[in-house]
């Protein structure tokens, strides 16, 4: 790979191809307000795009294709938006009495002519949820370029798998509202308290799981019950202001904020061993073991060497009610399927009802407000002795969402699992699950925690 070396770090060449209709309206369900900075101010999150960071350290962008694909029938206003941001605009009408404009092949049909062109593209970067451009992803893994996915909704598990990056949904909405505080390096997501939002459970990232350049402007969420790395791993464990500097720590702490789930020991550990190799030979730096290490190196870290295989997560977005062994529940084979293709939250039948009435009654109380909503969520699971994080409350509360129900207009709790069950179906089929009428019986009555049979 072609890459341009500065006195600062990387710089990559980069295609961006913009799926304008299927960006905005995945926004417009999830979060209208960024729906309208998305279309309103490109130049903005363009500006965040241009730096980012993966395994190998820092990078920045030159976006030389600016591409942007809308209906100009129904987004015309939208244009002179991204031509002032430099975007080449191509407009795709409708072509089909069911308004499926041209938008699909004509980005495919240029993002393959930017792969043969003379110059050499180091990265392609789509923004958009369809899992048809799943084959152009993967046409560009072959010419060895980074992918970086941008999605504004619920994207196939195998269109995400073929992604060097992805940016969700949440992110790309932090991102295009608060663009300044994405771009800081480093630096944690604004706390004030636990009503911050966490981003919806989706997909680690692939391979290397490098940060998004959308990382430090995603948003966070409450703090858990564990708090930082020493209390969960080592008694020994430093202050905050006492931890040591160096490369190891730097990699960590960029992955566990990148993710979008807490992560398991080993692939903390990997990043670490990578980003300083002495760690091996030193035995961890005289800590012994990885865990350990972790607390003294950053303390400001959630962690858990128990239950196997270990966890980290960032403890103002996640906490321990978020691991996989602490939330979850032995499934048959056909619901473990389920989860594995579509990452919805893997709880007991009993649990989805309890969140799903929670989510129900606080919005018929108090006024829809995504952050808000999901914390007192969050905190009704729990008093009511379930061990519900906050990441499985946000995707919850996102596929409800992208699945058209107004949770503004107070749904009653059958209605909001009517919708849950039906969004969960429809990323099933989307991942080509072939499902019968008993399969389909079963997992509605899983997911909507027993609801719809009453």
């Known amino acids: 790979m072609t890459i341009d070396s500065t006195e600062t770090g990387r710089r990559l060449r980069c295609a961006l191809f913009v799926d304008f209709d299927n960006v905005y309206i995945g926004l417009q369900r999830l979060d209208p307000r960024a729906a309208e900075a998305f279309a309103s101010a490109p130049g903005h999150w363009l500006t965040a795009l241009e730096t980012g960071s993966d395994a190998d350290g820092e990078f920045t962008r030159r976006f030389l294709v600016r591409a942007c694909y809308l209906n100009p029938s129904v987004f015309s206003q939208f244009r002179p938006n991204f031509t002032r941001a430099g975007f080449s605009v191509v407009d795709c009408p409708s072509l089909t009495q ?44 072959a010419a060895d370029r980074r992918v970086t996915i941008i999605t504004a909704g619920p994207a196939a598990s195998a269109y995400r798998a073929v992604a060097d990056t992805v940016v969700t949904a949440d992110e790309l909405a932090e991102l295009v509202k608060n663009p300044e505080a994405a771009a800081l390096e480093d630096a944690a997501a604004p706390v004030g308290d636990a009503a911050t939002e966490a981003p919806a459970t989706g997909v680690e990232r692939s391979r290397t799981a490098p940060r998004s350049s959308a990382r430090s402007g995603g948003p966070a969420g409450a703090a858990g019950s564990s708090g930082a790395a020493g209390s969960a791993a080592s008694p020994t464990a430093a202050a905050p202001g006492q931890a040591p500097a160096g490369p190891a720590r730097k990699a960590v702490l960029r992955q566990v904020r990148s993710a979008d789930k807490p992560l398991t020991g080993g692939v903390v550990a990997q990043a670490a061993q990578k980003a300083d190799p002495t760690l091996l030979t030193s035995g961890w730096d005289g800590a012994g073991s990885f865990f350990p290490w972790l607390a003294r190196a950053v303390p400001e870290l959630g962690a858990a060497s128990r239950p196997a295989p270990g966890f980290v997560w960032d403890p103002k977005r996640f906490s321990e009610a978020d691991l996989t062994s602490s939330s979850g529940v032995d499934l048959p084979p056909l619901q473990r399927q389920v989860v594995e293709v579509t990452d919805i939250p893997n709880l007991p039948t009993e649990r989805y009802r309890i969140l799903l009435t929670a989510l129900a009654d606080d919005v018929r109380a108090t006024t829809f407000d995504r952050p808000e909503t999901s914390r007192r969520v969050r905190d009704a699971c729990q008093a009511a002795g379930a061990a519900v994080g906050r990441a499985s409350v946000n995707t919850v509360i996102s596929g409800v969402l992208y699945a058209g129900l107004d949770l503004a207009a107070r749904p009653t709790a059958k209605k909001v699992a009517e919708t849950w069950a039906d969004n969960v179906i429809g990323l099933c089929r989307g991942a080509r699950m072939e499902l019968g009428p008993q399969d389909v019986a079963a997992i509605r009555t899983w997911v909507s925690g027993g609801l719809l049979t009453r």
Not at 98 to 124: M, W
Not at 130 to 135: C, G, I, L
């Open 98 to 141: 069911q308004g499926k404009s041209s938008a699909d092949i004509n980005l495919v049909l240029d993002a393959v002519d930017a792969l043969s062109a003379e110059t050499r593209y180091d990265e392609f970067v789509i923004l958009s949820a369809d899992a048809d451009f799943t084959p152009l992803a993967l046409r560009c893994r």
